[in-house]
DNA sequence: CGTCACATTTACGTTAACGTAAGGTTCTAC
DNA sequence: GTAGAACCTTACGTTAACGTAAATGTGACG
């Protein structure tokens, strides 16, 4: 089951539709570090968090780097205290691109809503030739 | 000025914050078509209109194949009604996709706030060592 | 007339984010 | 014990979206 505790590669990837491939990728650049059970990799409930925010991320448009270094938000080691207030100005500036990207979207929705409804009316007038 | 009737490639560039090398790329890609005058390309309404809606496209994480099918719809040219047809599923596909975005984001955003509060606070304990 | 800024085309280079193929291990099933 | 499924590593290939370099053209200015 896909709510097991632990999951292989494969469960994994079609719990949250992505490739073999990708998981070992975003572990190769250190955004996932599931354990190993001898050479197999095993992934817990944090790996598989960490994927939702690389996914979601993806489809915010943010590159794996920008990604990476957001994750680390959501992991309690704080480390030092220099580390955490850095972390903390980046997420800071990421929330508002968001918050500005969120604003953009609005207007863009809009906006092609308005093209949909000239086009569908300009569809009719069309079609009772 | 920014708001002549007709701009030149470099005007276009600091005005949008691109590179001239992006505008030739776009143009190749059937994006924009900007005139002539002799060799030299002109941009005009259409084309800054156009041009803005790749932006906004490309900061949603749009493909600039995704924008270029959606451009058509801010075209009056409907050509036949078969086509315009298809370009409005299109339209409502990709209008779907960006309200689901922007649900997404809304929780995305107020996660990522909760993080910062959790983070700051820390921080604050951290400090008064 | 020369030269300078700005434009053009052509073409090879680069980065991110994987895809894909090759070859090898490990576990279970028969 | 061997066949198959699922996993692994290594490494080269691919696509999108430009960057960058080279060679050339063109208009205004002193």
Redesign the pocket.
């Given at each position: 089951m896909s709510n097991a505790e632990i999951m292989?590669?494969?469960?994994m990837?079609s719990a949250y539709d992505?490739?073999?491939?990708?998981?070992?990728?975003?572990?190769d650049?250190e955004l996932i570090a599931?354990e190993?059970r001898?050479?197999?990799?095993?992934y817990r409930h944090r790996e598989r968090a960490r994927l939702q925010l690389?996914l979601r991320g993806?489809r915010f448009g943010?590159?794996?780097?920008?990604?990476r270094q957001l994750l680390d938000m959501y992991d309690r080691e704080g480390s030092n205290v220099a580390q955490l207030a850095r972390t903390l100005t980046l997420a800071q500036d990421r929330l508002a691109q968001m918050q500005a990207q969120r604003a953009e979207l609005d207007i863009a929705i809009t906006e092609l809503q308005t093209e949909i409804d000239l086009g569908s009316a300009r569809l009719q007038t069309l079609e009772e030739k």
């Open positions: 292989t590669i494969s469960e990837c992505v490739t073999p491939r990708a998981l070992r990728f975003y572990e650049k599931p190993r001898g050479t197999q990799r095993l690389i993806k943010f590159s794996l780097e920008d990604i």
